[in-house]
């Protein structure tokens, strides 16, 4: 395992407890100190002032908790975190305060009326669940100085009313400086939002005008055009590249996903976008020069490392329990930019398919940043208009291709105005264009068909990597727009745009119009930035499609996951309650299989998984579900069908499975599976106790003798769980 060495953990953890526990012991013992007077009262002859000694530490205490509240960063503090920070810090504060009562006369002292102040102070600067505890433990330490066993009796019957004096105290600050407080916060809220919703005029006020500002203006200057600009499309970088990282780090389970940026001098690495929840990410400029991120960027491709050791990872700051690393260039054109690289601590190795994806996304960033820029130079044309923007941020927001679709369709029209509009994809291996989205005229029979005419506008489109007809006219009618067979109506206006990817054709765009003159040169420019968004919302919703099928099924056997397969049987029993038909559930696990991974090796043992995988679903049809249930075990769902029904396919199921001969370099080997049936509605009305008596069967097979099938009527009742019990021992 490539984890810190096992004392520096050990070192690290036990140095983080005492932090998160020494404040709260110390408190702690104060409070019984407190409780047996051991602080004397300074005013008194003879006292001993050695004890006063003891509150210095307290003081300095209190003194380097602010301090370090002062220096921490709250970029990654979770709110839990927080919370227990303001605990901690507030008891530490009312600890030192009643240490000061108690030796200047306790609840007769001069300066008592602090206490109002400090709990009146606790009340209102800090939420209400950190807040009233709080002020729940000044009453506590009350009844410690009114009721100790050294205390005069007189101090008692001050307690009620210290106590309720405190409680009104808090009382007044929750019901009015907190509701000061939350007005004064909506208030802000509503004046940054007003401040912001002027920017936002200001710079579309500016970007229509700002191809008419020559670069001496006196108005104002491109610079200054280019920062406001560039504030806005920052923010929205910044969510687009955290989401997108969100979506990896979920689907590849990753324990840290983080974009590593370039310097101007590419020189040094910079973390400029992370999800983890691990807190030693560093937040220090990282040298681009040497180790594997130097070589990433050199030789510009990817590299996976097992087991790596933690020194390889600088952009650790401190011990994390890496087991599997992962990094790939960003590179925009033939120039890196960046890295971005993934983790895990789950003992998990990247697969060939986990590369590809993350080199997807790292396309992706640069895509981002490239939208960005075009986003820019759009708003800085005099030609565009408020609708256009609106358009463009609606296929900005699309993230799946049926929404990219309609937000293309919807962005045309609002450029301009047509009869016809067609989206479809292009196949380069093939030449075939295959429409997915058109409107207008033949678009039942023109929807979905694929088309392979070289002679073809659109084919012509694609391999010039032009728009076509140049100036918007349709003056060739003999010349297909997609193939003879399938022409569409004789229109004056045509258009046909390519889609592209970095200069790669992924599709086309036609809008044709009956009219003449329908596309002018500035249509066109706006179809064409339209195009480009298009080509890069297309290829955002495949990534998307792909991080969702990522996240539904299982990445070693292609079967639903676990968490898909509750989901979906949970609709099959309500359709099944409603229609009124049976549903069996097949529970089945290997054979010894731990025995498997043990004696061949891990790698068999994920071949004799995928085979399995691959029989259990080639025996179930399209309605069923097979989903990958844990570990070795899978499960499969059945639609309508019974208990008798379910038997046969296991038997099937299981007799095939102990045909196979799987190879090792040990030489040929078998594998059996135990199964147990359980079938809605005669063994259980809900999908917990289907599964509840599936697990049952199985436990049965296995007591049995494995390598067999057992359904729940035919074993008796409490057999199954004798049997889990004994193989238990």
Known sequence: MSRAPLGQRIAFQIGRAFRATFAFALCGGFVVLLWRGWFPDLRLPGADLRRAAAATLLTALLALKIAARVRTSERRRTPRREAVSDVELGLVLLTAIYVLLAMSGGVASPVYPLVYAVVSFLVTFHRLAVGLPLAAAAIGFEAVLAFGPTVPPEHAGAFPSHAGFIG??????????HAEVARQRREHLRRVEDEVASMRQDARDFRLISTALSTDSRVRTREEEEVKLSQGSIQTIHQQLFYNLELLRTSLGLHACALLWLDEAGEHLKVKELCTESPHITEAPISAGGGVLGAILKELRPFVLDVPKLSLLPYYAGPAPVTAFVGVPVVEGRTARGVLVG???DGRKFEEADVRLMANAAAQVVRTVQSERVFQAVERSKHEHERF?????ELNRALTLEEVYDAAI?????????EFAAIATYDVRKGSHTIRRVVGDLAEKLDGTTHRDPSSITSMVVKNKLALPAGGEWRERDVPVF?????????ESLYVLPLLVKD???GTFTVAAERPGAFPSDRREMLGVIANQVAISLQNGRMVQALEEQATTDGLTGLVNHRTFQERFATMLGRADRHKFPVSLILTDIDHFKKVNDTYGHPTGDEVLRRVAAILKAS????DIVARYGGEEFAIVLESTDREGARQLAERIRAEVAQQAFQSSKGPFNATLSLGVSTYPEDGRDKAELIAHSDQCLYAAKHGGRNR?????DIAPGQAAAAKLKLAK
């Open 168 to 177: 009104v105290f808090a009382l007044l600050n929750v019901v009015f400086l």
């Open 410 to 418: 919807a962005a045309a029209r609002s450029v301009c105005e047509f």
């Open 389 to 393: 923007y609106r358009a463009s941020s």
């Open 504 to 506: 790669e054709p992924v």
């Open 709 to 713: 099938t057992v359904c729940y009527g």
């Open 343 to 345: 983790d895990r601590a």
């Open 483 to 491: 193939s003879h067979p399938m022409r569409i109506r004789d229109f």
């Open 620 to 623: 179930a049809r399209k309605i």
